[in-house]
């Protein structure tokens, strides 16, 4: 992870394996992933369970029950925002049984998340989730607004 700044994460990658007992260690990493940002206890559980969510959904529905296959992160922050992509490489597929729970997550995922993109095709699914964040804070103390610089000494 880069990080050279106090709340400011410049991109992850992580690939982990499509399988349901994965889950609870992206969570883990996640919440890693996300401690230098400025975030509150309440935002950073909004971000981890959109996240679940994508990811719980590319396990889920990507992959036959015959298939091994990958759920990928990408997090990335740009000034005020945190962006993060959830990939699979395998084709939507219907739930196997008939559902009695789910089907919520899409809806879910909107509550949580700023905005929400969803594409698929022929390579897979990507879910591109974005959430406001507080900006980085500089190393530097900066002026009130309004004000000059003040000058450096001179030693």
Known sequence: ????????????HRSWPADPEQLVLIRRE????????ALTEEEIADVVLAVDEAAANAVR?????NESGAVELTLWTEPGTLSIEVV????????????????????L?????????????GRGSRV????????????????PHGQPPEPEAST
């Open 1 to 12: 992870m880069e990080q050279d700044v106090p709340g400011h994460v410049e991109f992850v």
């Open 30 to 37: 996640l919440g890693g992933w996300l401690a230098p940002l």
């Open 61 to 65: 529905h990507a992959y036959g029950s």
């Open 88 to 107: 699979d490489h395998g084709h939507w597929r219907p739930p196997a049984e008939e559902r009695t729970q789910g089907g919520h997550g899409i809806p």
């Open 109 to 121: 995922m909107s509550m949580m998340s700023e905005s929400v993109l969803i594409h698929f095709d």
């Open 128 to 143: 591109l989730l974005r959430h406001r964040i507080p900006p980085a804070e500089s190393s530097a103390p900066q002026p």
